[in-house]
């Protein structure tokens, strides 16, 4: 059984810049998936970037392109997600998530991932 916990939210002014990590204990592939989906208040749960475990595709939604960057994953079994120039319409409850490979390209649907962290507010001021 896979189990995620997350670190590393909190409160940033505009244009800083947070670090979210993501722990995954239980047995994992190197071609199993992560994610990483944010919920803004007042909206549905999006996806902002998915990766591989072995971290060489990595893909991102293009409200975050550019200023956050997804890590790989299988090394340590830590994945980070870096969040650069951060804009007050980030904020958001960010939660990681997992899956078993899938073909082609890790999905952005929430429906996807039965592997779920606890989640992490980020505030933007």
């Known amino acids: 059984h896979v189990q995620l916990v997350e670190s590393g939210g909190g409160s940033v002014q505009s244009g800083g810049s947070l670090r979210l990590s993501c722990v995954v204990t239980?047995?994992?592939?190197?071609?199993?998936?992560m994610a990483w989906f944010r919920q803004r208040p007042g909206k549905e749960r999006e996806g902002v970037a998915t990766?591989?475990?072995?971290?060489?595709?990595?893909w991102y939604t293009d409200s975050v392109k550019g200023r956050f960057t997804a890590s790989q994953v299988f090394a340590n079994n830590t994945g980070y997600l870096q969040m650069d120039r951060l804009k007050p319409e980030d904020t958001a409850m960010y939660y990681c998530?997992?899956?078993?490979?899938?073909?082609?390209?890790?999905?952005?649907?929430?429906?996807?991932?039965?592997?779920w962290g606890q989640g992490t507010q980020v505030t933007v001021s």
């Open positions: 998530a997992a899956r078993r490979y899938v073909a082609g390209y890790c999905p952005f649907q929430e429906d996807k991932y039965n592997f």
């Open positions: 990766t591989y475990f072995h971290g060489n595709s990595i």
């Open positions: 239980g047995v994992t592939r190197r071609n199993d998936c």
